[in-house]
């Protein structure tokens, strides 16, 4: 069979439909910030910045760009009506006191177990750089990864067990890849949705963890 | 659309349940949320424990709560005082479970909990009734208590202004609690003079954002 | 001989000429409150209080009072120019964090080595309160204590090893009796000054601890 | 009267000794005190650990006082960024020593140190290399790392207003370290785009007050 995986655009596209109104939400640095463009533009959706603002609005109009008003990924952004600043101290109380509701995070690595490793290749000459990830994968209520389901060499991203260094343990709540919605539950992987086309066995191979699956994934 | 604002507040109370633990905002009267403790004593809820740095002043606000005999246990830090006559009374009766907390304890406990600590080593209270049966631990020299977070169902607390939002500005010396008592409940609910339009408070000046904030009521 | 005991507003008074311009002071309640009246006018001092508040003036006029302008003492007060106002968590962040440059608390009991007891007699039927006494003994840089020198019974308040519940673990910087200042040493305790036409011998018979005495105390 | 301003940034990090630790607020270049890194540069001190979130962008600030092989250390969440490359040649080199730090962890820790906690069981970085060799602790069925305080010796930060008392207001995200880096350490320096009269700033919107604050300049 033939299937066609779903573009960077669809798949934050598919994302945005799991966020409710209301959500506090925080999207990684890379594809999970794209996934702003496509909330409905009729719900009300908090998102925070962790260097220090919530209600982020988009990127400035050319010419309006504010070095002071930026959001974590350091490009220029904007900041809704009914925003607000605050320090570190504050904004890291948000993302690990459990007051985000949602943050959308990438991926090097992820584990049936929902270990999750995005930070540090490991390799000997790499200068690793954390950030805000383990916060955001200890702290928030749930945590969504965004990934490609197979790396460029085509390795499965979802495994057994993480060989890359951890961000968090046992810390994902979902994933969605270029093919697939994967719930991490105490019973393992369980596919929720896969794109058109794909079969099971398909996706299995490219995954190097058991996946179950649920009944609408044929 | 988000609006947190609830019409009544006893609309803002009516979730609280029996056996609750609940923040009370202010320090004495100034910052004391009396309408939404008023609406919590007709509301009924009882075995409560509350958080507050007081334990009641004559016998309004969380006085008159006492009074009512809602209240199974009280974290504070300055119960007694010439005029804290309900709770003396409960508290010489056996009534009323008392735990007593030095005040920056009792802040920084708060703290921890709003911003997901396990625990803190604190100066305070090292060598003092307070800390007995409690792990100390030496560091650098000076000596530490461990103390744990304290968190609540739900919070009460004053401001000033708020909007649709949540977020919250306060007045004066009646702020003391409230910002961080605000992060540390899993329901927030606050009692503002005034409901000002989204967009109304400045964004550099707003104290509690409103992620920290469930409901808020114009009293 | 005969000697004269400071009155309260003397012994106000001597602390308040100790406290130096650019401080940062949180003035206990009860007689370390009635200091703020005899500041040096022309200093520039910055009283702290617990509940919220930088740059505390004095008792507002008449009409004037606030109840959301109060100090640690729930008594009316007023701020300076330049003063401020904060939550609790950074009013103790002060307290705790080395901020506060003098603390002046009362007392129940001192010890030789700087403990401090004031705020539980310890009897059975007691309802102790402690506020942010312990705060201040562990946080501010230095505690002074304000104190008659006996009970009313007689009995003295500096003692070799308090009987009461303390407050703190050698805390005492200083202590301000209504008969001497004493400084607490590692060396023991130091008397600086006496009240006019007391002798050695009579100070020491009304303390609880031995006593040195530094050269200007005949 | 108390007037915490001086004349020029030089004069205002001249006090910086070899071998300092100095805070450095910023996130990325927001917030970033130019002026006083430069001054800094230009003052000559050395084997300085420095604290700030990233490790310089381009060939300014940071960057340059890192390219004047001032630094000896640098603890920070996020050094490696596209214009890092000062960082990242003297860090191939074995020039600099890193302690990297996740930002939760070193925001959290900065404020221990100003609030003068011991310690504290943190959630971030639990089972990962970041700790490695450190203290954990299970916690009602959470797990926990004990982290210690990061305090400094001088913290240089950036505001937008000031008065001579040292009270200061931010701007936008440029807030970030700035309020937690000046609790942290013994001397903060802030470089200010205004100097503004006392009593200019609304006391309910003071966010960093004077007593934090031992320096400032305008710039």
Same sequence: chains 1, 3.
Wanted: charged share 20%.
């Amino acid at each position: 069979m033939t299937y066609q995986p779903l573009s960077r655009d669809q798949l934050a596209a598919r994302v945005a439909r799991d966020i409710p109104e209301g959500s506090y939400v925080n999207l990684g640095i890379g594809l999970p910030t794209r996934i702003a463009n496509f909330l409905d533009p009729e719900k009300e959706i908090f998102l925070h910045s962790e260097n220090g603002l919530l209600g982020m609005g988009p990127a400035p109009a050319p010419g309006e760009e504010d070095p002071e008003l930026i959001n974590a990924g350091k490009e220029f952004v904007t900041l809704l009506t009914g925003g607000c600043y605050f320090h570190h101290g504050d904004s890291f109380t948000m993302m690990r006191g459990g007051h985000i509701d949602i943050c959308v995070l990438g991926a090097f690595q992820i584990a049936a177990n929902g270990d999750l490793a995005n930070w540090h290749t490991g390799a000997a000459d790499a200068i690793p750089a954390v950030g805000g990830a383990m916060d955001l994968a200890v702290g928030a209520r749930k945590v969504f990864v965004t990934t490609d389901h197979v790396t460029k060499k085509g390795e499965p991203k979802i495994v057994e067990r993480c060989s890359y260094p951890l961000t968090g343990v046992g810390c994902v709540d979902r994933i969605y890849t270029d093919l697939a919605v994967i719930d991490v539950t105490p019973q393992g992987l369980l596919v929720q949705e896969m794109v058109p086309g794909i079969t099971r066995e398909q996706l299995q191979a490219m995954t190097g963890a058991a996946l179950q699956f649920s009944a609408n994934c044929q | 659309m988000i609006d947190k604002t609830v019409a009544t507040a006893a609309d803002a109370v009516a979730q609280i349940y029996d056996g609750a633990t609940v923040m009370i905002g202010g320090f004495g009267s100034a910052g004391q949320p009396a309408e939404l403790i008023d609406a919590l004593i007709a509301q009924g809820a009882r075995e409560l424990t509350i958080v507050n740095n007081n334990a009641g002043n004559g016998d309004t606000g969380l006085a008159a709560l006492l009074k009512a005999r809602r209240v199974k246990k009280i974290i504070c830090s300055f119960p007694r005082q010439s005029d804290s006559y309900e709770f003396d009374a409960l508290y010489r009766a056996g009534e009323i479970e008392l735990e007593l907390v030095p005040q920056g304890n009792l802040a920084c406990r708060i703290q921890a909990a709003g911003s997901g600590l396990g625990a803190v080593f604190t100066p305070t209270g090292y060598g003092t009734l307070l800390a007995q049966g409690k792990e100390t631990r030496e560091i650098n020299g000076k000596h530490y208590v461990l103390e744990y977070p304290i968190s609540a169902d739900f919070a009460l607390i004053k401001a000033q202004q708020g909007d649709r939002w949540g977020n919250l500005v306060y007045r004066k010396t009646a702020r003391n609690f409230g910002p961080i008592m605000a992060a540390a409940a899993k329901v927030t609910i606050a009692q503002v003079s005034e409901i000002v339009a989204l967009g109304a408070l400045d964004p550099e000046q707003v104290v509690t954002p409103g992620i920290f904030v469930q409901q808020l009521v114009a009293v």
